[in-house]
């Protein structure tokens, strides 16, 4: 059967695989295909011989499915990482206590011996599940104030919210180790708030790191009902990275963060690692910078310039942080959201803090799922690619504190 524009096939790059979409058949044989593939998030476009297009992988999204999803379990933890008064410590045992129990819940259900090689569970924690500690506040209380409340407090403006990097290094070495016990388990344990120092950075890294300021600025928030879209500022100058939040924070337009990122002394980032049979399979630094940092001088937030595609266990992800999924690409009148640039997946994982999540940032396959891993319990949720919310399974069925399970 010739392949045809529209179809999403299987590229031979040799020593790699690659997934892509024909967007345009060319003279001799040749196909322009628009590439994202297993190792990450293309979004480029490469001219590709017709011999080596060696298989169709998918069809369109909008006709019967080649890819049907199997038996997978989904755990989601639900905390408040609004809240930041645990040791990262606590939080890692939080974590790891959710996943031995998810763990013994998955080979009851689906023993590892009646397949291999198959997925057989995702856990996944919200975004912040590791950012810096901030103490609780004791607060008097009662008539005659004599009665000692604890209470949690958030990061506020003027707060240092990311970890330093060999804190980052160490959890993200412990994570692994502990997932090397998990077999054919997926588990993506929250975001980890993190900075690099200036210092341990070369010319050519703070290079990178503005030029993917400089990126982003290209993508934009838009409502997601586009026919309420406006026109973009002509002047980069006078667009704002973020709103203030409640008057807390001034507003930073995108020439003034491009400049920062020139003379900083901490470059910031909001990481999602994902992990599977002990091997760091994909991670993804959010784009959307919505008050990252919060109000240091010195530091900037340094982001994704392409959405995240990988492949493992058989199954296809993609994975956004929070309102990265309202992130669009193109000008006025011609915006297309940047989790729509690629190939449909079989899940797309959002982590957030507080965002609801709507099946039309994602792009899914008619038999794929929406996972939203949220640190509010209302937003955590399993959405099917008609848009229907999956029922999680009964907490006495499940057994295990602060953990929402749904069956796939």
């Known amino acids: 059967m010739p392949f045809r524009v529209g179809q999403y096939v299987t590229v031979d790059k040799g020593r790699a695989e690659w ?30 011989a017709e011999d080596r297009l060696s298989a169709i992988l998918l069809t369109r999204p909008e006709k019967p499915s080649l890819n ?34 998810f763990e013994a819940m998955v080979e009851d259900k689906l023993p590892i011996c009646d397949n291999q090689h198959r997925l057989r569970g995702i856990f996944l924690a919200p975004e912040y599940m590791f950012a810096r500690h901030k103490p609780a506040k004791i607060r008097m209380v ?21 970890l330093d990097e060999i804190e980052m290094q160490h959890l993200c070495r412990a994570f692994a180790s502990f997932s090397a016990t998990l077999k054919n388990i997926l588990i993506v344990p929250g975001t980890i708030a993190w900075r690099r120092s ?23 928030p838009a409502p997601r009902d586009l026919s309420k879209d406006v026109a973009d500022p002509e002047d980069v100058d ?11 924070l001034l507003p ?3 020439k003034e963060r491009i400049a920062s990122a020139s003379g900083a002394e901490y470059f910031a980032r909001n990481t999602a690692f994902v992990y599977y049979n002990g091997i760091n399979v994909a991670k993804y630094h959010k784009i959307g910078d919505f008050h990252e940092v919060l109000g240091a001088k010195d530091t900037v937030h340094i982001p994704s310039v392409q959405p995240c595609r990988f492949d493992c266990g058989g199954m296809t992800f993609g994975l956004s942080i929070c309102a990265d999924d309202d992130l669009h690409a193109g000008s006025f009148g011609q915006r297309v959201q940047i989790q729509r640039t690629l190939a449909p997946v079989d899940f797309h994982i959002k982590l957030s803090a507080s965002c609801d999540a709507q099946v039309r940032c994602a792009y899914l396959l008619p038999t794929g799922f929406l996972l939203s891993s949220d640190s509010q319990e209302q ?26 399970v749904f069956a796939l």
């Open 19 to 48: 997934h892509g979409e024909i967007i345009a058949r060319l003279p001799g044989s040749m196909f322009e295909i628009r590439l994202g593939g297993t190792s990450g998030s293309s979004m480029i476009s490469s001219l590709v």
């Open 68 to 101: 049907v999803i199997r038996r997978v379990y989904v755990g989601m933890l639900l905390e408040n990482t609004d809240l930041q008064s645990k040791e990262i410590k606590q939080r890692f045992e939080l974590v790891q206590k959710a996943l031995r129990g």
């Open 142 to 162: 009662g008539v005659d104030k004599k009665i000692a409340k604890v209470v949690p407090q958030l990061h506020a403006t003027g707060d240092t919210r990311h």
């Open 198 to 220: 200036s210092t341990h950075c070369t010319s050519e890294k703070i290079g990178r790191y503005r030029q993917a300021v400089t990126e982003s600025s290209k993508f934009r």
């Open 238 to 248: 006078t667009r704002f990275v973020a709103l203030p939040l409640a008057g807390s």
């Open 252 to 254: 930073q337009t995108y």
């Open 379 to 404: 937003h955590c949720k399993v959405i099917n690619a008609s848009g229907s919310d999956i029922a999680s399974l009964a907490p006495e069925k499940v057994g295990i504190d602060g953990l929402r």
